[in-house]
């Protein structure tokens, strides 16, 4: 008997490294369904370092784009307008239609997928902190889709809440947690490994990740607490600068943006992972650090961190706005060596649940159901 694979097309911004090995797996995964991916723009349009070997994009195409960007010390907002989108669901006729996201791309999808009887998942990684400050355009945007989705796809259980506050109907939602191809970052501690005090944080250096915050609850720790900074961005100097009033030159490293192997070396160095954002719709370098036996001190404002990690367990969720209660976090981390070995194990256990077929359970409930 012959089987007729079901077409899905999934549309979303640009080739993020952890999405694109998430649909890589998809694609080469046996299923019913087969995938193609259509990017509205590549990285290099919106500035991003990531960097994708086209080799590893699998079943996709972009669109052409214009990229308007408005420069922000907070987090740059960057207004991207593609064209072809129709044209090129036209030529793929699809079965089912994933739409990433709220933008216009998206709703010259959904616009399409109405006028052709095409079923379509709304998909969304955004919570209601993440997206607190977005306009009455925007919202016309999320309420368009959701009146007209078939059904929905929610990163975080946040998402969920989200989507659910926005219209969705709660027995048409499924959970797909993101997550990276932990196989590229598990890496057990070597086995003469002494714990020590060293903090790691990886990321963009802007005012929205938070490390101006961190710093004053850094300087109140015990003074063998020393933290290792990967990443660039418009805060390096302002941050230098606080780092030098609050007395903290020798406890704190920047390193620059770095990947690969050099990256890979800051996690096995480092004792616990620190992300002290004002916002992330998730926060994926937290899994990224749990993959490297790290504990992770992290925001309670990373809407992730509540399916990533169980505070006291894997590590604390503290509020980056209260420098005592985050100095204290930190400190009860490195207080007793025997708990933080074995917090470190639970990490690495933990970031085991993550892995694609752990995860995408929830993606292909949502297709079976449309």
Avoid at 296 to 318: E, M, N, P, R
Avoid at 351 to 364: I, T
């Amino acid at each position: 008997m012959v089987v007729v694979m079901k077409k899905v097309v999934i549309i979303t911004n640009v080739p993020s490294p952890y999405r694109v090995a998430f649909f890589r797996y998809m694609q080469e995964r046996e299923s019913e369904y087969s995938f193609h991916v259509i990017y509205t723009s590549q990285n290099s349009d919106i500035g991003r370092q990531w960097k994708v070997g086209k080799d590893e994009l699998g079943n996709h195409s972009f669109l052409k784009c214009k990229v308007i960007t408005i420069p922000n010390r907070y987090d740059d907002r960057r207004i991207v307008f593609s064209v072809g989108v129709t044209k090129k669901l036209k030529k793929l006729q699809p079965d089912i239609v994933v739409c990433m996201e709220y933008n216009a791309t998206i709703l010259q999808a959904v616009h399409w997928c109405k006028k052709n009887k095409v079923p379509f998942l709304s998909w969304s990684d955004g919570t209601a902190n993440s997206e607190r400050k977005i306009g009455r355009l925007q919202k016309m945007f999320r309420s368009y889709v959701i009146r007209r989705a078939a059904g929905f796809v929610a990163s975080s259980t946040a998402t969920m809440e989200r989507q659910i506050s926005l219209g969705a109907k709660e027995e048409l939602c499924h959970k797909c947690l993101l997550t990276v191809d932990i196989q590229k970052y598990l890496k057990k501690k070597p086995a003469d490994y002494v714990p020590g005090k060293k903090l790691l944080y990886v990321g963009s250096l802007i005012e929205r990740k938070g490390l101006d915050l961190l710093m004053p609850a850094l300087a109140m720790t015990d003074p063998e607490v020393t933290l290792m900074i990967v990443g660039e961005g418009p805060e390096e100097r302002i941050l230098k600068e606080q780092i030098r009033e609050l007395g903290l030159v020798e406890r704190v490293t920047f390193l620059g943006y770095l990947e690969g192997e050099a990256l890979n070396a800051c996690y096995e160095k480092a004792d616990a992972f620190v992300l002290p954002t004002r916002e992330d719709c998730y926060g994926l370098v937290v899994l990224e650090g749990m993959c490297h036996c790290l504990p992770v001190i992290t925001s309670k404002y990373a809407d992730g961190s509540y399916d990533l990690i169980v505070d006291g367990v894997h590590g604390a969720i503290t509020d980056p706005y209260q420098p005592k209660e985050l100095a204290q976090a930190i400190d009860r981390l490195f207080a007793d060596r025997e708990e933080l070995l074995k917090m470190q194990e639970r990490c690495y256990q933990r970031a085991l649940e993550f892995r694609f077929d752990a995860v995408c359970g929830g993606f292909y409930e949502a297709l079976d159901a449309v």
